[in-house]
């Protein structure tokens, strides 16, 4: 065994250790956090891997390693960059430095880190308004993970991604119309500024669309109907 193997199977396993450390809520939990802070920055990509993974388990308090992780969103390694945003998709309102860089991911070469860019930020609403042109892109052109993922974070958005979504239920794929429909439905009264274009909609020639459009507005009349008055 070479002196720089040893010195790597050190590292890793004091990176196991101090995530075993944030799994179990160890005492020198404050002192494993700035640890793992450190050792995303290693030579290793093993390490950065396992810190990355370990930081995820911070959650909300997690919120000082922030600035690290954002700088290494732009990791070589793959494996690095998803679960570094990973981390960030589960820190809350600590994140929310992050989000102009987790939207930039959403553009990430790797599909699989771009889907894990528009999941953290859909974990992040709805204080994340501002990546609403990237929800609207998946929801446009995405496969359909990223689609699913797209709906669950505009339903989230509920007010804020209305306007956006009225002017997708004029675009030109059916099946992106009828999304649009689902989610103005459960979005509910706050999307009655809708009820013209979904009512138009009943007329399509697609059975799909009159029925995502007959749904919805059962959906917006019906909560509207039951607010108290």
Do not use: C
């Amino acid at each position: 065994m070479t002196p720089d193997w040893l010195a790597r199977r050190r590292r890793l396993d004091a990176v196991m250790r101090l995530q075993a450390a944030a799994l179990l809520g160890d005492a020198a939990r404050e002192e494993a956090l700035r640890l793992l802070i450190d050792a995303l920055s290693d030579s290793d990509h093993e390490v950065r891997e396992q810190a990355a993974a370990a930081l995820s388990e911070f959650g909300a308090e997690g919120g000082p390693a922030v600035p690290a992780l954002m700088q290494a969103i732009n990791d070589d390694n793959v494996i690095v960059r998803r679960r570094v945003i990973r981390a960030l998709g589960g820190m809350g309102e600590a994140a929310e430095e992050a989000i102009p860089a987790l939207v930039a991911a959403t553009e990430d070469s790797e599909p699989s880190v771009a889907l894990q860019a528009l999941a953290s930020l859909a974990d992040l609403t709805p204080m994340t308004v501002a990546a609403l042109p990237a929800f609207l892109s998946a929801l446009w052109t995405g496969d359909v993970r990223a689609r699913a993922v797209a709906t669950v974070a505009l339903v989230r958005l509920g007010p804020a991604a209305v306007p956006s979504l009225l002017s997708t239920l004029v675009h030109p794929a059916p099946d992106v119309r009828a999304k649009a429909a689902y989610i103005l439905g459960k979005i509910g009264p706050a999307a009655v500024e809708a009820k013209p274009l979904l009512e138009k909609m009943l007329s399509e020639r697609e059975e799909t669309l009159r029925s995502a459009a007959q749904d919805a507005l059962r959906q917006i009349d019906t909560e509207a109907a039951s607010r108290p008055s």
